[in-house]
């Protein structure tokens, strides 16, 4: 009976591991802000395996030490460690894990923290933090575990957790940092959001500014520059943050469903509506609504989106009362609102209420070689976790053709070119020639293209030569390369985007 008794005991800890690993997981994969997520993950890590305090160390290789980035030490603003110093700097240059008993006499441990804190350390366990390289970031440790000593099974957790938290770190600018000695202070900001480039510092600016508040806010770009990804940002990084985030591609649903999707309908309402379905809007009350591809929103809806707006009201189908609810909108779209709004497409008056903050994305090609290859070692980390395969760096001849490339897909289609390398590749490395990648490097300009070559042009290729040509007369700017060659707009867009036409434009042309 007793070991029926233990046995079950195992039984029950082993399922509170799994509920941890599960909760820590849902945690990583929200574009939260760093800090903000280590210091969950560290509070969720200590109440579960019963520690009295728990602490995650990064590694300044710049002066040499470990630095508290997360954890409870309510008595010091920040610990400071040297490379060896302690438990913690033991574990940081020797990348072992480390579990010590109550009331150990370890030569290692580091007193001095226990008399300038009053704190009595008596039992430790601490794994390193390593990246996808085996390369150390720093380490977690924990302290006083209640009622028993940590063991085996507390620390394989722990390291589970250390590379999830790692792999975190890892999407960030923080990583290349802790990679190597920098002269520049520590600095980093969202995870699940890669990128350092200029252009990227002012987005993520502007989304600490926008997240803090509740005002609604336009995200614009191309397609797959990652604006679902800001949307998320905005939501997880604000106070509704543990309210629901409900996104809707306004897109991908007929016309005659958008308004039931978002505003839900009474029972016998419509011919089928055998009961109440609640919409997009109320089930996202207390969070946020992400209105995806808000440009293909028919007009009739528009007035009705209006008065979310403006009142937080709405009917559903077919009833007549007015329901109230209490949700922040975050709308996005690939599509030039203001020329929709000057041909009659799109409400004026709605378009000012929805760009209250208003945020553009850069393109990839805009962004600089430097994010390009942020993105692409992170992708190749995560899709090389996903299918088991080896980690497999790209070569030179490989990054000089991502550089080439004009990425019409922006940081989707970048994805999607690396996962094919990184499950079709062989050798020990990603060749040029792993990429699949489609489209043509950018055409010279017609002046150096003599009549001869022309001849040897296909027609897409000429295609290509005339609209690159005619954008570079005009600037970049689509709207008058479009007039200009007698079509309109979303053609000339959708003929730059088939035929990877490469050209100067300004943000919003």
Known sequence: MRERRASGRRRERAVDYDSVLMAVSELVRREIDLDILLAKVIDAVTAAMAADRGTIFLIDRQRGELFSKAGYYPEVREIRLEIGQGIAGHVARSGETVILGRDSDDPRL??????????????????????????????????????????????????????QVAM??????LYRQLRG???????????????????????????????????????????????????RAIHYNSPRRERPFVAVD?????????????????????????????GKFEAADGGTVFLDEIGELPLPLQGKLLRILQ??????????????????????TNRDLEEMVARRLFREDLYYRLRVVALHLPALRERGPVDLEMLAAHFLDRFARR????????????????????????????????????????????????????????????????????????????????????????????????????????TLIRKIRELAVAADEPPGA
């Open 110 to 163: 580091h007193r001095a923290i226990d008399r300038a804190t009053g704190y009595a350390t008596q039992s430790v366990l601490c794994v390193p933090v390593r990246d996808s390289g085996g390369e150390v970031l720093g380490v977690i440790q924990l302290l006083n575990k209640q009622g028993a000593d940590f063991d085996e099974r507390d620390a394989g957790l722990l390291r589970a957790l250390a590379s």
């Open 181 to 231: 000695p920098t002269a520049a202070p520590l600095a980093y900001r969202y995870n699940g959001i890669v990128g350092q480039s200029p252009a990227m510092l002012r987005i993520y600016e502007v989304v600490a500014k926008a997240a803090a508040t509740d005002a609604t806010v336009l995200v614009t770009g191309e397609t797959g520059t990652g604006k679902g990804a800001i949307a």
């Open 311 to 332: 009142e937080r009201a709405f009917e559903r189908v077919g009833g007549r009362r007015t329901l109230e609810v209490d949700v922040r909108i975050v709308a996005a």
């Open 387 to 490: 299918h088991g395969r080896p980690f497999r760096p790209l070569t030179p001849a490989a990054l000089a053709r991502l550089r080439a490339h004009t990425w019409p897909g922006n940081i989707r289609e970048l994805e999607n070119c690396i996962e094919s390398a990184v499950v079709l590749a062989d050798g020990p490395a990603i060749d040029a020639g792993d990429l699949p990648m489609t489209g043509a490097p950018a055409p010279a300009p017609l002046a150096e293209t003599g009549a001869s070559s022309l001849a040897a042009l296909t027609w897409d290729e000429m295609e290509r030569l005339y609209i690159g040509e005619v954008l570079r007369a005009h600037g970049g700017n689509r709207s008058r390369a479009a007039k200009a060659m007698g079509i309109g707009r979303t």
């Open 168 to 173: 975190v770190i890892e999407t960030t600018s």
């Open 250 to 278: 306004c897109a991908s649903l007929p016309a005659t469903l958008i308004e039931n999707e978002l505003f839900g309908h009474e029972r016998g309402a419509f011919t089928g509506a055998d009961q109440r379905s609640v």
